[in-house]
């Protein structure tokens, strides 16, 4: 059984910082892309930040410069660095990742995983 299990969510004021975690666990072969998602009442789930298992990262252009993604391999682990909070930036987030699972044939499979999601909410 594999979970992801986020955390560092709340409440922040404008300007402020908050870091997110998200830890894998489970009977994992190997763990690719992680990302962060985030959501709002009526919208769309949307990409804010992903970083493959290599280090290469991509960013929502509205949290470049703002946000970084990294991650520590051994610890199976993704964090998001959240500075300069907008208001805007007020959604749920999501951790996802793509991981390799054993086969019963001897090989491996990926599948994607979703977290239970954190609250953030940047308000004065």
């Known amino acids: 059984q594999v979970q992801l299990v986020e955390s560092g969510g709340g409440l922040v004021q404008p300007g402020g910082s908050l870091r997110l975690s998200c830890v894998a666990s489970?009977?994992?072969?190997?763990?690719?892309?992680m990302g962060w998602y985030r959501q709002t009442p009526g919208k769309q789930r949307e990409l804010v930040a992903a970083?493959?298992?290599?280090?290469?990262?991509d960013y929502a252009e509205s949290v470049k410069g703002r946000f970084t993604v990294s991650r520590d391999n051994a610890k199976k682990t993704v964090y998001l660095q959240m500075n300069s909070l907008k208001p805007e930036d007020t959604a749920v987030y999501y951790c996802?990742?793509?991981?390799?699972?054993?086969?019963?044939?001897?090989?491996?499979?990926?599948?994607?995983?979703w977290g239970q999601g954190t609250q953030v909410t940047v308000s004065s």
């Open positions: 489970g009977s994992i072969f190997r763990v690719n892309t």
């Open positions: 996802n990742a793509g991981i390799n699972l054993e086969t019963s044939r001897g090989g491996t499979a990926e599948y994607k995983y």
């Open positions: 970083i493959t298992s290599g280090g290469s990262t």
